[in-house]
């Protein structure tokens, strides 16, 4: 084959015709359209080749702040999201149509005819610039500053290209609604707000869908310079503009005269401050999970954008006032810190929850949480062995347990307890030791029940933290030697004021999820490993806890140990216990009404000791003042009646808690279970003698003229020793020499029918080690425990009697090795016998 013919072969003409040069009118025509071409060819290109961020693929990237409402739904505090913006997702479609009108207006009236990059608004940009030699108007579009708010770039003509081949690839991508949703809640409306919502809230206190029209074109107003229009900064140049957004929307058709008018004459009315830091501990902890599984489910902490606590804002304000109140006035006791809750008995809500006085108190560890902290109940357990003692040993309000010098074995020696006031008091009925606070009959019953079945027990009301073996904690747990939080031991007592259901403590009321929300706050810690009761489980029985409430609520019981006046008396019933740790670290106060309870501590968080402040003096004051702030909120009312059904009210000797005889001088009321009331036996602790009143000892066959009947108190043989020291009525042992003897041995009185002695030391099983480097003699004393009317006894050691007299002691050397010992009396049965051992 030849070669090719030429393109013009054939067509010579019109070929020929195309190259002959154009006329300079049309090429700089064709040039011209080339040039404005050329760049939305290469912006096409570009926008091909830019990938869709992220953030719009996948809803789960919409990072979001956390806003925390108290129960009335006021804003207590927003935890910012990860880029420490205030930030709440609102869906386009619950922004309402103010919003998006004045939106319209204010940045981009084409929004809906323009592509992503409005080319008219370009050119109008531009013929300004080149007119005034200043920028008049911008012409970035809403999906322009939506992909720089997602992609910061550079203001350079490259990162200006950048921007708007994403706002192509955006609007190629969602739809207009989309694009504007994206906007409302991306972009800052005011610095550290980021999206509508969250300004709205902030400024306003309202949702946006709420906001008045001139409220809406304020907000609209504030993209175009965030800090500029920030009317915390003045309300000026905000007002200005927007009236100049209210202006574009009538001209636009997006509102009407009437409304325009009305905006602009209204005034921009920010809302008050008071979110703050609110209720910080809680926060921490709801967030974290730390409050169990009764407060919420699982840690909120990443999966909520709103949370609604149950906490009511007034009273957890005036009572953070109230513990940085008591802090500062007990400072020179050395006291650093308090805490306090407050319990809705029917719900189990928590009213108010102040983990220290001032958790930006760096001296005082104030970042610490009291509510959750670990730390020793003291005496504040008492209410809970003594209705387990009613329960499971037949104990009533009006049992006679001992308050005097006991001991009691432990794996380290013997444990002695003592009350706080220093003394013995004898026979006390069980009301007055427990409204007293008396240590000794708490510790005898904690005893009589055994350590393991006291810790169960205080395991059922959620105590969850005392999680240690019973010979961990021994008869000591009565007084409070094991660690418990104060929001536990708050919810023990409010079972007690539900009549003995357990409901766990709730914090939350609603939580709106979000798939994001980020909080800076460190994790909480962890609740007690022991799982709680069921809700809804009955723990206590409900009469005996009736009894306890009443003996709590009893002012005049309490007389002997907190006087009158204190600080648990207050104006309306409360049942109420304080409890001091050893050594004063710790101080609380619980309590409760009919609807309310309250807890309160008050110590140190390194755990140092206070200067000698007492439950009553340091936590109880702080008690009173949150008590009588609770009843503002919850108005308080008497108890109910006691349940006729249940309990009866009956009289019972003073002394010895029994049905009075004629020999009982004194008599009260006094509340028990109706199965308890109807098995009460005549009083055995008084006695009529007949004595001679010229020397006041037993009338034998004296004249009746020289007799006369007096009345005397008969004691256990453990109660015998401190009668006698007490100078209590014990009626005497020796007959009258001007009268005929007694019947009976020597002319002696008798011991009691069935009394028995016992030995009062060393206890059983109490383990003695001599020491090599003393060369004197090294002895312990022992005692014994005799009934009234004996006047010898015997100590039986390995076999060996001993002889004794009043004050029944012996001062006994050690000796290496295993001992037994026990006491006999004639007229009397002799007590169990002891082991103990000398190393």
Known sequence: MGAPSPPWTGRPARWLARLRPRSPLRRAAQIALAVAI????????????????????????????????????????????????????????????????????????????????????????????????????????????????????????????????????????????????QYLNRVAFGPGLRGVEAASRFYFDKPTADLSLAEAAALASMPRGPALYDPRRGTGPLERRRNRVLDRMLAAGLAGEAEVARARAEPIALAPKGSGLGAPHLVRAVLGGALGDGAVAAPLRGRASEITLTIDRGLQREIEVLAQQTVRGLSDRDVGAAAVVVLENATGEILAYVGSHDIDDVAGLGHNDGVLALRQPGSALKPFVYELAMEQLGFTAATVLPDVELSFPTADGSYVPRNYDGRFHGPVRLRDALASSYNVPAVWTAAALGPDRVLARLRELGLGSLDGEPSRYGVAIALGDGEVRLLDLANAYATLARGGIYMPVRAVRAVTNAPRAVSDEPPAPAPPSSAPPERGARVLDAARARVITDILADDKARLASFGEGSALDLP????????????????????????????????????????????????????????????????PRPFDAPDPDLLAEVEVCSLSGMTPTAACPHSRRELLPRGDAAALSPCDMHEIVRVDRRNGLRAGACPDAAVEERVFERHDAELTAWARAAGRP?????????????????????????????????????????DPSVNSLQAIRLRADVPAGVRRARFVLDGRPIEVGPPFALDWPLVAGAHRLRVEADGASAGEEIAFSVE
Request: with cysteine; glycine share 10%.
């Open 38 to 181: 050329a760049p939305w060819l290469l912006l096409g290109v570009v926008a091909a080749l830019t990938p869709l961020p992220p953030e719009l693929r996948a809803a789960e990237d919409r990072a979001v702040s956390t806003v925390l409402l108290d129960r009335h739904g006021t804003v207590l505090r927003e935890l910012r999201a990860g880029d420490g913006a205030r930030a709440r997702w609102l869906p386009l479609a619950e922004a309402g149509d103010r919003i998006q009108r004045a939106l319209l207006a204010a940045e981009d009236r084409r929004f809906a005819r323009h592509p992503g990059v409005d080319p008219i608004a370009i050119a109008r940009a531009i013929g300004q610039l080149a007119a005034e030699r200043r920028v008049v108007s911008g012409a970035s579009t809403i999906t322009q500053q939506l992909a720089r708010a997602l992609v910061p770039r550079p203001r350079t003509a490259r990162g200006k290209l950048g921007e708007m081949a994403l706002a192509l690839r955006i609007e190629a991508s969602l739809s207009k609604r989309e694009i504007l949703e």
């Open 572 to 635: 309306f019933p409360v049942a109420a216990k304080t409890g001091t740790s050893k050594g004063f670290r710790d101080n609380l106060a619980v309590g409760f009404t009919p609807d309310v309870t309250v807890a309160v501590w008050v110590g140190n968080f390194d755990g140092s000791p206070m200067g000698g402040v007492s439950g009553i003096t340091g936590a109880g004051p702080l008690f009173r003042d949150a008590m009588l702030a609770a009843a503002r909120v919850r108005p």
């Open 730 to 770: 014990i009626a005497p042992d020796e007959a009258s020499p001007l009268c005929g003897a007694l019947p009976g041995r020597d002319g002696a009185a008798q011991a009691q029918v069935g009394a028995r002695v016992r030995v009062a030391y060393p206890p059983d099983g109490a383990r003695f080690v001599l």
